[in-house]
């Protein structure tokens, strides 16, 4: 079966830029969650989606936002890029709380 | 914001080697404990979700506890080969469903 689908896989956006990329969870996964990794930091936890309801939300400002539609594929919105942005982002998504998280291959997001 | 530990940062060893690494966790409301991997120019991988104290749980050579009383799990790879070589994190997850993530344990693997 199809995995997770991100696209696009590299961007490169100017500061003061906005950007949104995709996410495409494994059919039937209704729980998307983002993460952000930059170099020399862990993965960091952006947000999590259910069933089209936010329901968690990790410590970044509010320039980071997103969207889950009703076929539970996800969007992530950043706006007024900074250079502090660039990183890989990966979108994970699952079954149901009792199962690990399937990773998509992520975005790499370089802001200049 | 949880602070999840895990030792050793990095970690060398010959093919054939067993090893193990540390994850701790606050005990705290926690509710489940993800362990995954992460190879170089892929995505990660996951290995366990672990729930229970005293929960072990196998998948080929590499095995994993759980003690959520004192909040920590150990991840061992028994007989290490060239493509366990990898990037090991661990990831308590809350009663809100939310995964924190540790900074990893590196693991190179000489042949």
Redesign the interface.
Known sequence: KAG?TQTPRYLIKTRGQQVTLSCSPISGHR?V?W?QQTPGQ????LF?Y?SETQ??K??FPGRFSGRQFSNSRSEMNVSTLELGDSALY?C?SSLS??????????TRLTVV | ILNVEQSPQSLHVQEGDSTNFTCSFPSSNFYALHWYRWETAKSPEALFVMTLNGDEKKKGRISATLNTKEGYSYLYIKGSQPEDSATYLCAPRNAGNMLTFGGGTRLMVKP
């Open positions: 997770v729980s969650s993460y862990g993965l960091q936890f999590e259910f329901r968690n990790g410590n990966l994970a709380a009792s199962y690990g998280y399937t990773f998509g291959s992520g």
